[in-house]
């Protein structure tokens, strides 16, 4: 069985066509099919049915989907296993939210650097909906988010922590002193509202300000009759190849996001 027809494979279940999978691969449309047909001899069964001009997945095809990429997965960590991480190239695409951007990426860069120096990374920052969406379309291989539990099946997530969302406000607002407070209590203070959706106004993660609060200048003031929570997420779509340098950004993230602050 070899590789560059499971490539192949996984190229097509993606685009859903042999003519873009072709243009993809830089191969001519005849050899894509070459390479489907050569894999299904090999397995036994039909991975497409073709009728006229179009192309779907059997329901053999959607069951391999999973070992083929698990396969290429294997052997593109397999073919760095004696080589320094230094000498990866390449780049790795990651969606984020501005928050954690912030928060969190002024140390995973950093960190990511150090052990991949010339593998290429590229930031997005957009908002949860748009990320996903990015996922879905193969614009971007993983996402570290903010937001509700994700619970689609189409994503695999290595990662999630459920932090809780507080009121915050400068050391020097009477209600810093308090333990807490009644959500009554805060209808006379002024707000800073961020954008316009509803949801971010008045309130943060606690996770995004807690370096704030730990080197204090900022407070969080807790609202005893008022709990809200989001989940931070790192995830990837179940069908995406990890190669070793997407393999070593997850980690990278992962073991930044577990820090403290």
């Known amino acids: 069985m070899e590789i560059r027809n499971l490539v192949t494979f996984l190229k097509v279940t993606e685009l859903n066509s042999f003519s873009k999978a072709a243009e993809a691969l830089d191969y001519s449309q005849s050899a894509v099919t070459v390479q489907i047909q050569q894999l299904e001899r090999e397995l036994g069964v039909r991975l497409f049915d073709r009728i ?25 960590r397999a073919q760095v296993f004696a080589s320094e991480e230094t000498e990866l190239t390449g780049m790795v695409q990651v969606g984020t939210l501005n928050s954690l951007m912030t928060a969190s990426f002024s140390d995973i860069v950093p960190a990511f650097r150090q052990r991949f120096p010339h593998v290429m990374m590229r930031l997005h920052a957009d908002m949860v909906a748009s990320l996903k969406d990015k ?69 943060l993660p606690l996770y995004t300000v807690k370096k704030s609060i730990h080197e204090k200048s900022l407070a969080a003031v807790r609202v005893e009759d008022c709990k809200m929570s989001q989940f931070r997420q790192v995830i990837y779509h179940k069908n995406k190849v990890l190669t070793p ?17």
């Open 52 to 76: 006229g001009k179009n192309v779907s997945i059997t329901q053999y095809g959607k069951n391999f989907i999973s070992y083929a990429r698990d396969i290429v997965s294997a052997v593109a």
């Open 245 to 261: 340098q997407i393999q070593g950004m997850l980690d990278t993230i992962v073991e930044v996001a577990k820090r403290p602050f």
């Open 135 to 203: 996922l879905l379309k193969n614009e971007l291989d993983l996402i570290y988010t903010l937001d509700s539990q994700v619970l689609d099946p189409q994503f695999v997530k290595v990662f999630e922590a459920e932090e809780e969302v507080v009121v915050v406000t400068n050391r020097d607002n009477p209600l810093a002193a308090r333990e807490s407070v009644r959500l009554a209590e805060l209808v006379d203070h002024p707000f800073i509202l961020m954008y316009e959706n509803p949801a971010y106004m008045t309130v």
